[in-house]
């Protein structure tokens, strides 16, 4: 899986080290094993492009981020026109499952997550999953930042 | 409460009632999209847009980028009310397209002389709009003419004449809200010449 992921990543922001989108890859197959009934977790950039996905075709993560980069941003314009703070997630429901997507801010600018999942996913225990998820992104993307700032300190 | 004159038509056409025109605008990324629409709406424009990420070739200064959609209204000739929708470029939101693109009256391309192979680009968008907007009801608006010259509006003219599209090309700078409105008039003289036909 890590492989198909890091595959599907090839596009990504440069400014994520390789190491570090390896990890994020990581924290979403734990996603997918832990929590009942993910069928997939994705990382996009805030602008649509995949940063690491549990699919195994990149062309179905590259579709699923760039949507995710369009819905946060919607959602993003509709709270603001109604006057409220930036919205922490969005949640779809339907007969099938639930797909919830969650902004990700992270030192080298903000990512979306997405998880898909089935009828038998349980929307509370899904969303302390994703929230914990988004925690480690957070963590992991923060110590790729910590680790190249003391590094360019010792180099100069 | 508002309370909408009328509901819009479906594939754009018009009832008696609406004097609303839905206007999607679109192009390459970096093409000015945003910027159009800003520059003539009333009001204050709704835009979608984020920091566009390093891995994506930048064009120019530019260092925000739509992924959702952009929206503004601005009144032509006093009884038109023109609703503007703007897409986002990249071919990865051509999903958006299609869902801007549906029910839309006209389409305005803009196309960025400074980038590889412009009008093959406002080709492909013209492509992309034609299940939503007929041929008749699109406009062409070429920037940064003035630092780069070629293709020619003529060369633009004669290469999308020869696919069969004859869509009016307008030399435009997307700042400029007299520019857009040109452009925006050229699409509303179409309106007037269908809505004529109609009524006789």
Redesign the interface.
Known sequence: MNSNSIDAAS?????LRLVTIARLADILADLQRSAPGVVSATLA?????TVASTLTNSQDA??L???S??????A??MTR?AGHAAPERLILESDSGHIVSMNVPVP???LVLTVITNQSSLLGKLLWSCRSTADQVIAACTHQQASAMASSVSFS | MVISSAVSAPNGAFDNVSRDLKVVFTGPMGAGKTTAIRAICEGEA???????????AKVGGKTM?T???DYGECHIEDQWVLKLFGT?G?E??R??WDILGAGAFGLVVLADNSQPDPVGEVERYLSAFAKHVPVRRMVVGVGRLDSHATPSIDAYCDRLAALGLHVPVLEVDVRRSADVRLLLSVLVSMAEVEYEQQLH
């Open positions: 596009h990504v922001s440069s400014s950039s805030a602008d649509g492009l590259d579709k981020s760039a949507m980069g369009s819905l946060s941003a919607l993003g314009a026109e080298t600018g903000d | 709704l835009s979608t847009d984020v920091p566009i990420s390093a891995a994506e980028t992924v959702g959609l986002p990249q990865r939101f999903f958006m």
